[in-house]
C-alpha cells in the first residue's frame, strides 16, 4: 500500500471514530473530540485527493555544439538558456512592466552592442541602470545584476554568446555573433569577444 493510500486510510478512520463518538456517547466533551476528529479527517482526506507534482528546477539546456549550423541555431538555444538555466527570466521582462525587478530587455540587441552586452553579462557592476519609470529623480533597480558567468549561474562563453544571439534576434537585429567563435571543448575560441568599449550610454550612468 502507498504512503498516500495509507494515510487516506487513517483519515477514513478518523472520520469513522469521530461518527461513532456523535453517535454513541452523550458525554459533550466527548462529541467535542469526535467532531473535531471529523473536521480532521476529512480535511486529511481532501488535501489527499490533490494531485501531487513533484516541484523540480528548470531543465538544465545542454548546449551540443555539433547541432550549431548557424546564427539562428544559436538564438535558438540562447532562448531556451534565457528562460532556464541563465534565470534571466526571473527579473528582466521583454515588454514594459511596472512590477520589473531589473531592465526591460525588450529591443536591447538593438540599443546596444554585442560588446557591451558582453560586458553586462560579465561585468555586470561596470555600470548602474538606473530606473527612469517613476517620477523625481531615477532610481536603481531593486535587483543587482549577478555576475552570468559565474557560480551559481555559470554560463560558459557559448552559452552567453547564445543569449546574446537571442536578444539580437528578439530585437529584429541581424545576429552579429558568429557560429565560428564558439569553443570546441578542448580547443581555444577561434574569435574571442571584444572588450566592450566605453562610451556614453543614455540608460546607464558609470559606476
Given amino acids: 500500500m502507498s504512503e498516500v493510500a495509507t494515510l487516506q486510510l487513517i483519515g477514513l478512520m478518523i472520520v469513522g471514530s469521530g461518527t461513532l463518538i456523535l453517535l ?5 466533551f466527548a462529541r467535542v473530540i469526535g467532531f473535531v476528529g471529523i ?14 507534482m513533484a516541484s523540480l528546477p528548470p531543465i538544465e539546456e545542454k548546449f551540443d555544439i555539433a547541432t ?10 540562447g532562448q ?5 538555466k541563465g534565470q534571466c527570466a526571473l527579473c528582466h521582462t521583454i515588454g514594459p512592466s511596472e512590477s520589473a525587478r531589473c531592465p526591460d530587455l525588450k529591443g536591447i540587441g538593438a540599443k546596444l552592442s554585442r560588446e557591451f552586452l558582453f ?9 548602474i541602470y538606473l530606473d527612469y519609470r517613476h517620477g523625481g529623480q531615477p532610481k536603481e533597480y531593486p535587483a543587482r545584476m549577478p555576475y552570468i558567468n559565474k557560480n551559481p549561474i555559470g554560463l560558459s562563453k557559448n552559452e552567453i ?21 564558439l569553443e570546441v571543448p578542448g580547443q581555444t575560441l577561434v574569435a574571442p569577444v571584444k572588450v566592450a568599449q566605453s562610451g556614453p550610454v543614455d540608460v546607464v550612468q558609470a559606476h
Fill in 39 to 52: 473536521v480532521l479527517g476529512l480535511f486529511t482526506l481532501v488535501a489527499l485527493s490533490v494531485p501531487q
Fill in 68 to 77: 550549431v549550423k548557424t546564427p539562428t541555431d544559436m538564438a535558438a538555444i
Fill in 119 to 127: 560586458e553586462s553579462l560579465t561585468q555586470p557592476q561596470a555600470y
Fill in 161 to 181: 554568446l547564445s543569449v546574446i544571439a537571442f536578444l539580437q534576434q528578439m530585437s529584429g537585429e541581424p545576429i552579429s555573433v558568429n557560429v565560428a567563435e
Fill in 24 to 28: 454513541l456517547i452523550r458525554a459533550q
Fill in 80 to 84: 531556451k538558456i534565457f528562460f532556464s
